[in-house]
C-alpha cells in the first residue's frame, strides 16, 4: 500500500461522516416534521384553566410539491375529538366551524394556523393542559396521509408560542 493512501481514505471517511451528521440533523430541527410534500413548523397550543372542555391547535403548513393537498383531521393523545376550523366574523362576533372538505393548503404555499384564524380544535378534552408540556398527536392529510407531531404548550392566553401579544382579559383564572 502506498504510504500516502492511508491519510487520504481517512480523510474521506472524516468527510463522510460530517456529511452524514449534517443530514442526520435536519429532520431532528425541534418543532419541524415532515410528510410527502407536506411540511409542519412550530405546532403549538396553549394552557387551559381548569374545567376547559377545548383548545385550540395552531402550526404553520407548507405544501412543497405542486399537487393541492387537505389537512382533513387528526387526533390528540387528551381530546376525545379533534376537528379543523375556520374562524370567521358573523357581524361583531368571531365563530368557528368546521372546515368543510378540509383545509387546503394550495402546491408551493404555506397556510397560517393562528389564534383568530385556522385552527385545529382538540374538544372533550380529558385534561388540562400545563404550560411547558408537549402533548402529542397526529395531523391527517388527504394525500401525505397520517404524521405524527407533538405540539408545544404555551402559556394561557398568548396570540403567539414565543408568548408575544398577551392580550386582556384571556382566561387568566388561577
Ligand atoms: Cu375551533
Do not use: K
Amino acid at each position: 500500500m502506498p504510504a500516502n493512501t492511508l491519510p487520504r481514505a481517512f480523510g474521506a471517511a472524516i468527510l463522510a461522516c460530517l456529511l452524514a451528521c449534517l443530514l442526520a440533523a435536519i429532520p431532528a430541527q425541534a418543532g419541524e416534521f415532515r410528510a410527502g410534500d407536506i411540511v409542519i413548523e412550530t405546532p403549538w397550543t396553549r394552557a387551559t384553566p381548569g374545567g376547559a372542555r377545548v383548545a385550540g391547535g395552531y402550526m404553520r403548513l407548507t405544501n412543497t410539491g405542486t399537487e393541492p393537498d387537505r389537512l382533513i383531521g387528526g387526533s390528540s393523545e387528551m381530546a376525545g375529538r379533534f376537528e379543523v376550523h375556520s374562524m370567521v366574523m358573523d357581524g361583531t362576533v368571531a365563530r368557528m366551524a368546521p372546515v368543510e372538505g378540509g383545509l387546503e393548503i394550495p402546491p408551493g404555499e404555506s397556510v397560517e394556523l393562528a389564534p383568530g384564524g385556522y385552527h385545529v380544535m382538540f374538544m372533550d378534552l380529558q385534561r388540562p393542559l400545563t404550560q411547558g408540556e408537549t402533548v402529542t398527536g397526529t395531523l391527517v392529510f388527504e394525500r401525505a396521509g397520517t404524521i405524527e407531531i407533538t405540539w408545544e404548550v404555551a402559556a394561557m392566553g398568548v396570540r403567539s408560542p414565543d408568548g408575544h401579544g398577551q392580550g386582556h382579559g384571556h382566561g387568566h383564572r388561577h
